[in-house]
């Protein structure tokens, strides 16, 4: 199934005939044994955070992938996903950081070159069953301002694939695993390797600074 928003969506907010939004929260809602999210800019509000909590209160194991700080390409949306992550963490969420992939790169001009990468894909998978990819982030954004579009596909062989190529990432060195240590009251990241910090890897203090001071700002609806 194709689905789109239509553009008025920015002009009538509540009408949810206008959004594909509901249709991706009720997937999201009906799952009984698993939700995998894939989205680089993840700023799931207070209702987001919610709808996935409540799966979790279901018995529903629901896993979360999207950049870490150090390799967003955007601080802004990554200080409105800090907003929520500990409240994720806490009622069960699982939460991963994809850190950057190095690849090779030649061309005629430059030779062969490393380029860094950061995660652009969206994609959510239900069940091992069912699959959305399209252009939509989980974010404010996503929902409110920009005109979406995306496939909902019933197929185990696409919902294995998008599942395999999420535990690739998040079951080895590809990516941090995000907790909440309840005795000292702090994030930590830890890495395939066993590795743990409590600050947020990678990114140096200017841009730790930058996304706090961005997380202050009233602009979750831009995000």
Known sequence: SLIADEPDKVHARDDPALRIVPR?????????QEVLLISPYFVPGD?????????????????ALTNS?????????????AHYRRALL??????????????RTRSAESGETWSATSLHAKAIVIDRTLVFIGSMNMDQRSRLLNTEMGAIVDSVGLAQAVADFFAQATESDRAYRVQWEPDSHRMVWMDGNGSATHFEPGAGVKRRLEATLLSLLPIEGLL
């Open 24 to 32: 991706v929260r009720s997937l999201i809602a009906d799952a009984r």
């Open 47 to 63: 209702s987001g955070t919610r709808l996935l909590c409540d799966a979790v209160k279901r018995g529903t194991a629901v896993k």
């Open 69 to 81: 700080l150090a390799w967003a390409d955007s601080t802004a949306a990554q200080a409105g996903y």
């Open 90 to 103: 806490a009622c069960g969420v699982e939460l991963y950081e994809l850190r950057s992939a190095r690849r």
